[in-house]
């Protein structure tokens, strides 16, 4: 019999498992992810562990018993709302992110909250001291109630003291820093980060205390990311944006509890993150005035509307072929709406450099923004600009064609409660429902429809 391997690889990024090495995981497809790792012990032999008499009863619905639970602030509307209404007992929530981008200072003004309001509070970090910690407490404000800080790597230990104290919420910061001491593997590894979250998730169940755990988006791939717990936790929020630029966004991907794909803004200041409750006004400040190769579109994140600007800048290549550049769009995206307006409108761009990019650090994949990217390259292209007041969305077809987009409403709304007097959409999105009050509503068909709107603004 041939002798079983003692080793397996797992992807650090997607937790894939292999029995052999590769270049990249055959899963998520990321290159030089794939990491040796001893083989997880598993229960086996000839002896069953179903006994009779001790079988779990299935349940009908009607036999289920639902106490309506109640569900908790966190002290930001914004962060409430992301969370599909507030923070349930029980819950296990991954914040994930670049490092510095702002989970500790978040986790650690929610905490601030909770614990002011009358919740038990326990915040674990295996990043900082002590010392730190107070140094950034002390930039977030005064902090009452029953909040305590720990510094601890040992998972085992944590969780004898998350059941000892049965905090109400408690803060892993962050798992990859956490070691179960039974898993003979470094901590930040594969199987490290899987065993500590299943020993955290059945606590978070068994003792009904809502955790957060931090996890660190690796460029480099050095420790596990958390892509690996999406789908152990019941909540997955995403930190999105320049950790240089002052706002960061926070998406929620994945909710067991509510809506997944909310968006929360909020900036960084010098005394932690204050959420932006009206973040439209917010992405349009600073827009050029008068400028070619700029576009206002309305974008749907979730179930909100939210202006945003977007930049083409199209100049001659010093070399044969251009390159394309995006930046918060889909690349691929960019290019085939390039090849539509060189097929439709008689123009060559292949000796073209493309850049665009879509301001306030946002990952746009909404189609609708595909005719305001038209439009910017047009404008870029013939350097004319788009006229001010002017608001567009729509997705492009292949042919050329405007192709309606849903929501028509709530980004019209939207459009006109930021004061933009005219708005150019697909006609077949033009209803009778649109509240078009105050605001011009043009209905296009094709891109060269919408294009002549930027021809004719000399
Ligand atoms: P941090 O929350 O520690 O990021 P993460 O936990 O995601 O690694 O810190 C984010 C950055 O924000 C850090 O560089 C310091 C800065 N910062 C402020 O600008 N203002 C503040 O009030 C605080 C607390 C941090
Ligand atoms: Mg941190």
Redesign the pocket.
Known sequence: MAKESATVFFCKECGYEASKWSGFCPSCKTPNSMVEAPKPSSPRGSFSSVRPGSLPKPVRLEEIEVDRQERFSTGSQELDRVLGGGLLPGSLILTG??????????L?QVCRHLAASDHKVLYVSG?ESLRQLKL?AD??GTFKGDIRFLCETNLEQILAILREEKPDVAVI??IQTMYAPQAASAPGSVTQVRECTNMILNTAKGLGISIFI?G?VTKDGAVAGPKLLEHMVDTVLY?EGD?HAAYRILRGVKNRFGASGEIAVFE??????KEIPNPSAYMLSGRPENASGSAISCIMEGTRPLLIEVQALLTRSNYGQGRRTATGADYNRVALLLAVLEKHLNIVFSDCDAFVNVTGGLRVNDPGLDLAMVMALYSSYRNRPVPENLIVFGEVGLAGEVRSVQLAKERVQEAARLGFTTCVLPKSSLTSDLNARGIKLIGVSTISQAISLISNNE
């Not at 992110?97 to 978040?106: E, H, M, V």
């Not at 960084?268 to 993150?273: P, S």
């Open positions: 992110g670049d490092p510095g981008i702002g989970k500790s200072t978040l650690l990043e950034r930039r977030i910061d962050s931090v660190h930190f950790r960084m200041r010098g005394t932690g993150l």
